[in-house]
């Protein structure tokens, strides 16, 4: 007996079975391990990079190297200095001096707070003439200097005539004095003795000279006046 569906919808074939997925299988690797200082990101407990650690022996190289040099500065620095003050000591010493005026007894040639330079070699290679400008200690107190011109040398006989100055009976050529500032008295005559010097300053009514304390030997005569460098406006070589 033969049986009927009474559903006309229904398939004849009965009702399927309803399909099956299956997920495929992922076969599983293990990560490979990173090295301990290699850090993944976004993963917690991951190792961090360490700084690497500075050497103590190059840090006490790098402040050894540093004294070491400071240290030849130092040393070139003074060696410097130390010679500079041996040759400015020589060089006032033995070869130049830097002077000031006080006072007018060499006016008009030279004026109150004049800056000079004295050559002290001068002397020591050679002698003082007649007209040299010169700078001495004062023979009556020797702590003392003076600046002033050299009017005649050992032998020459010296005599002054109502303020003019006479040697060796010839009249001097004192034309850079002017008729204000010359004297009026009456010296000599007067040979001057060997290693002595006669002297006088060009304001000769108002300096205080060889016609007052006598001759200037030779070893108080510092050096010769070789520049007036101040005021710079009035520089002058003599």
């Known amino acids: 007996m033969s049986t009927t569906n009474d559903n006309p919808f229904e398939s004849p074939y009965g009702t399927p079975e309803p399909e099956r997925f299956q997920e495929p299988a992922v076969e599983a690797y ?8 290699v850090i993944v990101p976004g993963e917690q407990g991951s190792a961090v990079a360490a700084a690497p650690t500075a050497d103590p022996r190059l840090a006490l190289d790098g402040n ?6 400071l240290g030849d500065e130092l040393i070139a620095w003074f060696k410097t200095l130390a010679s500079a003050a041996v040759y400015a000591t020589l060089i006032v010493t033995f ?14 040639t030279l004026q109150d707070q004049d800056r000079l330079i004295v050559n002290k070699l001068a002397y020591r290679l050679g002698d003082p003439h007649v007209g040299d400008i010169v700078m001495l200690y004062y023979p009556l107190k020797p ?3 003076f600046v002033k011109r050299v009017i005649a040398e050992e032998g020459d006989q010296v005599r002054i005539v109502d303020g003019r100055v006479y040697r060796n009976d010839v009249p001097l050529d004192d034309s850079f004095v ?3 500032y010359r004297s009026h008295d009456d010296w000599g005559p ?3 003795p060997e290693g002595y010097y006669f002297v006088m300053g060009d304001h000769r009514n108002n300096s205080s000279d060889s016609r ?3 001759m200037v030997p030779k070893k108080y005569i510092i050096g010769k006046v070789q520049l007036r460098w101040w005021p710079l406006g009035h520089a002058r070589v003599f």
């Open 30 to 37: 293990a990560p490979a391990p990173l090295p301990p200082d």
């Open 64 to 69: 050894s190297a540093w004294l070491t040099r």
């Open 95 to 108: 070869g130049f001096q830097v002077a000031r005026v006080e006072g007018m007894s060499m006016a008009p």
């Open 143 to 145: 702590e003392k200097s």
């Open 178 to 180: 002017p008729p204000e």
């Open 190 to 192: 007067q040979v001057i």
């Open 212 to 214: 007052h304390w006598g």
